[in-house]
């Protein structure tokens, strides 16, 4: 396998943190963003930053076929700093849009360039209400036909295509962020996870573990992080 990684979403707070792990372990980087000024952040950070709307299907393609990555990495979201509470509401509809659409794109030009492993970040947190600790093969919250979930409902389209896709899909349920960049110092709710705990899931997966959906938050009793434990060598700080 080539030493060539596609890392979309880099200048977000995952990417940040991923960045010189992926390094250090000898990856030749290169990492997406949308703004020029980002562009610049990733390019002192040691990788080949480039500029590129995801939703733009053909420029995508040009820049991940450019790359000639084996592994892509998707750690694209749009969300407000802080998940402020008063964005969040059409944050919602705008990360559910790129759950599916950019997901959709992304996959199609990891295809084309011949990448054969693709890790995505999901959420531990979108389970439907049931007893605990939540497996990955529970299902999903969905909402109903008359009340869609929407969050949920993006969060399984993703999911859907990565698993589908004809290359080694993994998605890594995230828990709740907190730590650096993420505007929470401090974990807030159940199943939280340190945002460099985080990282290092993502740095495991793109070399090890089978195909499939793995559970990444503290061991607190709300998710099951067994099967991560296990395929993965991934625990939590705490």
Do not use: C
Request: neutral net charge; without cysteine; proline residues 8%.
């Amino acid at each position: 396998m080539s030493n060539r990684l596609f890392l979309a979403g880099a200048a977000g707070v995952v990417g940040r943190q991923l960045i010189p792990l992926l390094l250090s372990d000898g990856w030749s980087v290169t990492g997406t963003t949308r703004s020029p000024e980002k562009a610049k952040q990733l390019a002192a950070s040691g990788i080949e930053p480039v500029v590129v709307d995801v939703f733009d299907g053909a420029e995508l393609r040009e820049a991940v076929v450019r790359a000639k990555p084996a592994v892509v990495v998707h750690q694209l979201t749009d969300l407000p700093p802080g998940l402020d509470p008063a964005r969040m509401a059409e944050a919602r509809g705008r990360n559910a849009h790129i759950r599916e659409e950019g997901t959709r794109q992304l996959v199609v030009a990891a295809l084309a360039a011949g990448a054969t492993r693709l890790v995505a970040q999901s959420v531990a947190f979108a389970y439907a209400p049931g007893p605990t600790p939540y497996r990955e093969e529970d299902p999903l919250d969905l909402g109903t036909p008359d009340k869609p979930n929407v969050s949920g409902q993006g969060v399984a389209s993703l999911e859907r295509q990565v698993l589908a896709a004809s290359l080694e899909g993994i998605v890594l349920r995230y828990g709740s962020f907190y730590g650096p960049g993420t505007g929470f110092e401090k974990a807030s709710r159940p199943g939280a996870l340190h945002v460099e705990d985080a990282a290092e899931a993502a740095r495991l997966a793109v070399s090890k573990g089978p195909p499939g959906l793995y559970n990444i938050a503290e061991d607190d009793g709300t998710v099951s992080i067994e099967k991560a434990k296990r395929l993965l060598g991934w625990r939590p700080r705490a």
